[in-house]
């Protein structure tokens, strides 16, 4: 109980029947928060789903991915969140935001010596990082993200979008139509096969293979996510050239991956997929579309190729660590840096 609150662990078979009911209730939803993005997790995490609720009604909810580490400590890791926005005051929210961290703080230091690290998906705020800080948590000493994404609306309409377009994109766009590309959507396992080496091949190209993934990897996601995933393949002069895989969750749609070959990257392919894409999804509903973060300090290219599509940059509170020890902190954040210089 958190000052007439209460804080609990949601069972897994009431998580199931009930969590993405609960989840659809916040305004930063994210569908890393998803009961089935704890399943797709679940290979190599343990998840656990953690909520503070005003009687049956959730007021912050967490799933929070747990894995055992040596010396009996615990990292745990809420990516894209906790949620905690709903449309109600400023005040509320973040009220919410402390008690629900104070709840998972308890919760975690009765179990040894934890490691949390939270990732709340929603625009950064002064007052939030207040009551962050009051409530013990810190910025990490190596993240893991920038922090930035663009955002794309698109309630507007597809004239208004194309007007939007920087116009170096917008020329590129042009240009891409002229090698008359065709474009399938879709999620049948033949589609993922040929999306799959285009994701590869860049990831060696750009000397990153932490971020490779597997047929079975996406196959997985496939399977967990169902209609909430869904891919995009652009072909050139009969060569699968270009490709993106899409996350949606109500009305907001996420950028989970993208890559383009040499070729597809030599007929601006890139611009007509993300043209394409924004269409598509506007066609079905969705109102926003997150790129899903951008680095202008370490990858300019892609900052500035996003940017072009003329979406609003947005700042998230980004990443925060908390531990009851200062030396599991350090050295977990140390094992992060080691493990992203050795693999970058």
Same mark, same amino acid.
């Given at each position: 109980?958190? @000052?007439g609150l209460s804080w609990k662990v949601v069972s897994r078979a009431e998580a199931e029947s009930r969590w993405d009911g609960w989840l659809a209730q916040f305004e930063d939803q994210h569908i890393r928060q998803?009961? %089935?993005?704890?399943? *797709?997790?679940? !290979?190599?995490? $343990? &998840?656990? *789903?953690?909520? /503070?609720?005003?009687? &049956?009604?959730?007021? #912050?909810?967490?799933?929070? /991915?747990e894995k055992r580490l040596p010396f009996a400590s615990t990292l745990s890791w809420i990516n894209a969140g906790p949620v905690f926005f709903r449309p109600r005051s400023a005040a509320e929210n973040?009220? %919410?935001l402390s008690k629900y961290l104070e709840g998972l703080k308890d919760y975690l230091g009765r179990r040894g010596r934890p490691m949390l690290r939270i990732y709340p998906y929603? %625009?950064?705020? /002064?007052? %939030?990082q207040v009551e962050l800080r009051r409530s013990g948590f810190i910025r990490p000493l190596t993240r893991i993200g920038s922090g930035l994404s663009y955002v794309l609306d698109l309630r507007a309409d597809a004239e208004s979008l194309q007007s939007g377009l920087e116009r170096h994109w917008r020329n590129q766009l042009r240009a891409s139509k002229k090698a008359q590309p065709s474009l399938v959507i879709g999620t049948d396992r033949v589609l993922l096969e040929k999306y799959i080496p285009l994701h590869n091949s860049l990831c060696d190209r750009k000397r990153l293979p932490h971020q490779r993934i597997e047929l079975e990897e996406l196959q997985g996601l496939v399977d967990r996510l169902g209609a909430n995933i869904r891919l995009l393949l652009a072909s050139v002069d009969g060569e699968h050239a270009c490709g993106m895989v899409l996350w949606?969750?109500?009305r907001r749609a996420f950028l989970a991956y993208s890559a383009a070959s $040499?070729?597809?990257? !030599?007929? @601006?392919l890139p611009n007509f997929l993300y043209w394409r894409a924004a269409l598509h999804l506007k066609e079905q509903g969705v109102e926003l579309w997150d790129l899903m973060g951008v680095d202008p300090a370490d @990858? =300019?290219?892609?900052?500035?190729?996003? !940017?072009g599509l003329g979406g609003r940059l947005i700042e998230y509170l980004g990443e925060w660590d908390w531990s009851n020890s200062p030396w599991i902190r350090r050295g977990f @954040? #140390? #094992?992060? =840096?080691?493990?992203?210089? !050795?693999?970058?």
């Open positions: 109980m958190v @000052n998803s009961f %089935a993005w704890g399943l *797709h997790k679940s !290979r190599s995490w $343990e &998840p656990v *789903h953690t909520g /503070l609720f005003d009687g &049956p009604t959730p007021v #912050a909810l967490g799933l929070c /991915l973040l009220s %919410a929603c %625009a950064m705020d /002064l007052e %939030a949606t969750l109500g $040499e070729l597809g990257l !030599r007929r @601006n @990858n =300019w290219g892609v900052f500035n190729f996003k !940017r @954040n #140390a #094992a992060l =840096w080691w493990r992203r210089d !050795r693999l970058g």
